[in-house]
């Protein structure tokens, strides 16, 4: 009976596991199987060749000795099992840095801690209330998170470079009871937005006595790994951006839960922007611990102005404008269209209904000349009125009814620069979700081809996020702004345009950012067609030469993606181990 029990067992999880796979063949196709056996079986393998090849850098740990007079704090405290107290303690022994000093914390209010395997006179013993202890450093650690040998050293580096960042954050991964490392988190340097809605920093964070003290930050906070989120908030408020270290410097028990209950965080979040005076409304992403949609109201109904440059296709126009005045629920817009000289009867005749239908809200301007996307979208914004800008295409679709009033209410803080969502293909695969720089041969659109219910690296597609560029088939922007970074380069006569603008919005200390709530259909390229003819790639290389001349370092390395992972824009790990 048990010989047929277990039979009956194996046939039953045969059944289950080809029914997935029929399934997700059904969904997604042979490519999306690919994607999944690719991302179960061989991410682990990945990841541990990685860390193999890491470990063989000679260059990791920098010139030793350099910053020899940076004295850190290891603040440890005496919760969890010995165990894993050990191993922590073991890891800040074997640091490539000398210059720390190891205190363990109690709770004041607790039972006397043990720990058998160290003795108290060779450490500092402190109370969870107590001042902060003098030092350059502070680096908190928890029963059972490990340090790798570099990572004070890496640090100490940074701090140098970096004195009055908020904060310094590494990578990190997990480790399993057998001590074994997966799950790497390759982490953007600092996303402001991604932050609040993920924390995406996570636990590898270290903080500067310089930087606490203009804080007044002067005792330990509140005891688990919340009061460091709620420390890493509180410092924010010093307007002095955090430092990132693109390496895995810290690592966590596999079964780590960073927050308590999502009601906690959330209050935390409450707090800071309270004390910003900001009117944010805080809501938990459903099914989704640990990350949040943070909306910002429109306190203001400005009005928005919608560039759209066109020549003939009067079915995809059509479609573009029925959906914008039918299906938006936000109605202080005008549409200014600039009409690059379109000859068929449909189009001119669907031009001049929309004339009639919407006079107050349509103008639509000749152009008679070659096609400049550049050169075009600046004449539309002199004809413009608004207070924001839209650029899109003429072949998109709006599909989420309240698209203008959720970007608008993100571009109008004055932080923000340009504003992009999530543009799908008819099939409902996704087209863009922000343009990573300094991969395939300059850039590619991120997630291009994922499922739209995909979660994206370190579940960006589930919330707001920054990224360095936006694509202009739909991006918002202050007028003002625009105005002030002087408009598209037009020097960018068809790609790259927006890319040069967006990396002018970052450098002028802007951060851009994608809504993957906001979203449109985007016909991609069905006005003017591919770039796949000998002159138009020419043309397309010239300009993305063009951008690699202006801005050499960004189009080497996106910030907002890891060097660590690959050169394809794919959100995996790279073939090749990149010292920082």
């Given at each position: 009976m048990?010989?047929?029990n277990?039979?009956?067992?194996a046939l039953?999880?045969f059944?289950?596991?080809?029914?997935s796979?029929?399934?997700i063949?059904?969904?997604?196709?042979?490519a999306?199987?690919?994607?999944?056996?690719n991302a179960k079986?061989?991410?682990?393998?990945?990841?541990?060749?990685?860390?193999?090849?890491r470990e063989q850098?000679?260059?990791?740990?920098?010139?030793?000795?350099?910053?020899?007079?940076?004295?850190?704090?290891i603040l440890l405290?005496?919760?969890?099992p010995?165990?894993a107290l050990q191993a922590?303690f073991?890891?800040v022994?074997?640091?490539?840095?000398p210059?720390t000093?190891v205190?363990?914390?109690?709770d004041?209010?607790?039972?006397?801690?043990?720990w058998?395997d160290?003795?108290?006179?060779?450490l500092t013993w402190?109370s969870?209330?107590?001042?902060l202890?003098?030092?350059?450093?502070?680096?908190f650690?928890?029963?059972?998170?490990?340090l790798d040998p570099?990572?004070?050293?890496?640090v100490?580096q940074?701090?140098?470079?970096?004195?009055g960042?908020a904060?310094?954050y590494?990578?990190?991964d997990?480790v399993d009871?057998l001590d074994?490392h997966?799950?790497?988190r390759?982490?953007?340097d600092?996303?402001?937005?991604f932050?609040l809605?993920s924390?995406y920093?996570?636990c590898?964070v270290?903080?500067l006595q310089a930087?606490l003290?203009?804080?007044?930050?002067?005792?330990?906070p509140?005891?688990?790994?919340q009061g460091?989120?709620d420390?890493?908030?509180?410092?924010?408020?010093t307007n002095a951006?955090p430092?990132?270290?693109?390496?895995?410097?810290?690592?966590?028990?596999e079964d780590?839960?960073?927050?308590?209950?999502?009601d906690?965080?959330?209050?935390?979040l409450q707090?800071?922007?309270?004390?910003r005076e900001a009117?944010v409304e805080v809501?938990?992403v459903p099914?989704e611990?640990?990350?949040y949609?943070?909306?910002?109201?429109?306190?203001?109904?400005p009005?928005?102005?919608?560039?759209?440059?066109?020549r003939d296709?009067?079915?995809?126009?059509?479609?573009c404008?029925g959906?914008i005045?039918?299906r938006s629920s936000y109605?202080n817009?005008e549409?200014?269209?600039?009409?690059?000289?379109?000859?068929?009867?449909e189009?001119?005749?669907?031009v001049?209904?929309?004339?009639n239908?919407e006079?107050e809200?349509?103008?639509?301007?000749?152009?008679?000349q070659?096609?400049?996307?550049?050169?075009?979208?600046?004449l539309?914004?002199?004809?413009?009125?608004?207070e924001?800008?839209v650029?899109l295409?003429?072949?998109?679709e709006v599909?989420?009814?309240?698209?203008l009033e959720?970007?608008?209410a993100?571009?109008?803080?004055?932080?923000a620069?340009?504003?992009?969502?999530l543009?799908?293909y008819?099939n409902?695969?996704i087209q863009?979700?922000?343009i990573?720089?300094?991969?395939?041969a300059?850039?590619?659109?991120a997630y291009?081809?994922e499922?739209?219910?995909a979660k994206g690296?370190?579940?960006?597609?589930?919330?707001k996020h920054?990224v360095?560029?936006?694509?202009?088939?739909c991006l918002?922007v202050q007028?003002?702004l625009?105005?002030?970074?002087?408009?598209?380069?037009?020097?960018f006569a068809?790609?790259?345009?927006d890319?040069?603008f967006?990396?002018?919005a970052?450098r002028?200390?802007?951060?851009?950012?994608?809504?993957?709530?906001?979203?449109?259909?985007?016909y991609?390229?069905?006005?003017?067609g591919?770039e796949?003819?000998p002159?138009k790639?020419l043309r397309?290389?010239k300009?993305y030469?063009?951008l690699?001349?202006?801005?050499?370092?960004?189009?080497?390395?996106d910030?907002?993606?890891?060097p660590q992972?690959?050169k394809?824009g794919?959100?995996?790990?790279?073939q090749?181990?990149?010292a920082p």
């Amino acid at each position: 009976m048990k010989v047929v029990n277990r039979i009956l067992s194996a046939l039953h999880g045969f059944s289950r596991r080809w029914a997935s796979l029929n399934f997700i063949l059904r969904q997604e196709g042979p490519a999306g199987l690919h994607r999944r056996i690719n991302a179960k079986w061989f991410a682990k393998s990945d990841y541990l060749t990685w860390r193999r090849a890491r470990e063989q850098s000679g260059v990791r740990c920098g010139v030793a000795g350099e910053f020899s007079a940076f004295e850190f704090a290891i603040l440890l405290p005496v919760s969890g099992p010995a165990a894993a107290l050990q191993a922590t303690f073991d890891t800040v022994q074997n640091q490539d840095y000398p210059h720390t000093r190891v205190y363990l914390v109690k709770d004041p209010n607790g039972p006397a801690p043990e720990w058998p395997d160290l003795s108290a006179d060779d450490l500092t013993w402190i109370s969870a209330n107590d001042p902060l202890p003098p030092a350059d450093g502070y680096c908190f650690l928890f029963a059972g998170d490990r340090l790798d040998p570099c990572a004070l050293k890496q640090v100490a580096q940074t701090a140098a470079l970096h004195p009055g960042a908020a904060f310094i954050y590494t990578d990190e991964d997990r480790v399993d009871h057998l001590d074994r490392h997966h799950s790497p988190r390759f982490k953007p340097d600092w996303s402001p937005d991604f932050f609040l809605a993920s924390n995406y920093t996570g636990c590898a964070v270290f903080f500067l006595q310089a930087t606490l003290m203009k804080a007044e930050i002067t005792h330990l906070p509140e005891p688990g790994r919340q009061g460091l989120f709620d420390l890493c908030l509180y410092l924010l408020d010093t307007n002095a951006p955090p430092a990132h270290i693109a390496d895995v410097l810290y690592s966590v028990p596999e079964d780590t839960v960073f927050f308590q209950t999502g009601d906690e965080t959330r209050a935390s979040l409450q707090r800071m922007f309270g004390r910003r005076e900001a009117a944010v409304e805080v809501i938990s992403v459903p099914g989704e611990e640990g990350l949040y949609d943070i909306r910002r109201p429109l306190k203001c109904s400005p009005l928005i102005s919608l560039l759209i440059c066109t020549r003939d296709k009067p079915d995809f126009l059509a479609r573009c404008l029925g959906s914008i005045f039918s299906r938006s629920s936000y109605s202080n817009f005008e549409v200014v269209l600039i009409d690059n000289g379109s000859r068929r009867k449909e189009t001119l005749d669907l031009v001049e209904s929309w004339r009639n239908r919407e006079p107050e809200r349509f103008q639509c301007v000749r152009v008679e000349q070659e096609f400049n996307f550049s050169v075009l979208n600046n004449l539309a914004s002199e004809q413009a009125n608004g207070e924001l800008l839209v650029l899109l295409n003429n072949d998109t679709e709006v599909v989420t009814t309240n698209w203008l009033e959720q970007m608008a209410a993100e571009a109008l803080r004055p932080e923000a620069g340009c504003v992009g969502n999530l543009l799908l293909y008819p099939n409902g695969r996704i087209q863009h979700a922000g343009i990573v720089c300094g991969v395939q041969a300059m850039a590619t659109h991120a997630y291009k081809d994922e499922q739209k219910t995909a979660k994206g690296y370190l579940n960006q597609l589930l919330v707001k996020h920054n990224v360095l560029a936006v694509t202009a088939a739909c991006l918002m922007v202050q007028k003002e702004l625009y105005q002030r970074l002087g408009g598209l380069d037009e020097a960018f006569a068809v790609a790259g345009g927006d890319i040069d603008f967006c990396v002018r919005a970052y450098r002028a200390g802007k951060f851009n950012l994608v809504l993957p709530q906001v979203r449109l259909y985007h016909y991609e390229s069905a006005t003017r067609g591919f770039e796949d003819s000998p002159e138009k790639l020419l043309r397309m290389q010239k300009e993305y030469e063009l951008l690699k001349m202006r801005w050499p370092d960004l189009m080497a390395r996106d910030p907002f993606y890891n060097p660590q992972l690959d050169k394809m824009g794919r959100h995996r790990i790279g073939q090749e181990y990149a010292a920082p």
